[in-house]
């Protein structure tokens, strides 16, 4: 097991940018493929982005293409997800994935979820 936590969310006018972070402890971080999945109210989560343990490839969904940038750094354990050019369809809150399958399933392992809110 992987424990996961996030942190970074907030609240951003709209053409903002934040910068996620996933700290690992427990189990190997380095050894994860890991993944970035959100939550909108009333909607399924779904999945954002990911990174294979070796930092490459990566794999994004169409919607966050060019805005969105997940990068790991394996000697702090920790993930990363850059937002830029926010939009209001960008509020959920977003979830930190360990063990990803086949650049787009989540595995196990989940954080507690940090928001992101974004305003017109």
């Known amino acids: 097991q992987v424990q996961l936590v996030e942190s970074g969310g907030g609240l951003v006018q709209a053409g903002g940018s934040l910068r996620l972070s996933c700290t690992a402890s427990?189990?190997?971080?380095?050894?994860?493929?890991m993944g970035w999945f959100r939550q909108a109210p009333g909607k399924e989560r779904i999945f954002v982005a990911s990174?294979?343990?070796?930092?490459?490839?990566?794999n994004y969904v169409d919607s966050v293409k060019s805005r969105f940038t997940i990068s790991r750094d394996n000697a702090k354990n920790t993930l990363y997800l850059q937002m830029n050019s926010l939009t209001p369809e960008d509020t959920a809150i977003y979830y930190c994935?360990?063990?990803?399958?086949?650049?787009?399933?989540?595995?196990?392992?989940w954080g507690q979820g940090t928001q992101v809110t974004v305003s017109s």
């Open positions: 994935n360990a063990g990803v399958l086949a650049g787009t399933r989540p595995g196990p392992n």
């Open positions: 427990g189990r190997s971080f380095s050894g994860y493929n």
């Open positions: 990174i294979s343990w070796r930092g490459e490839p990566t």
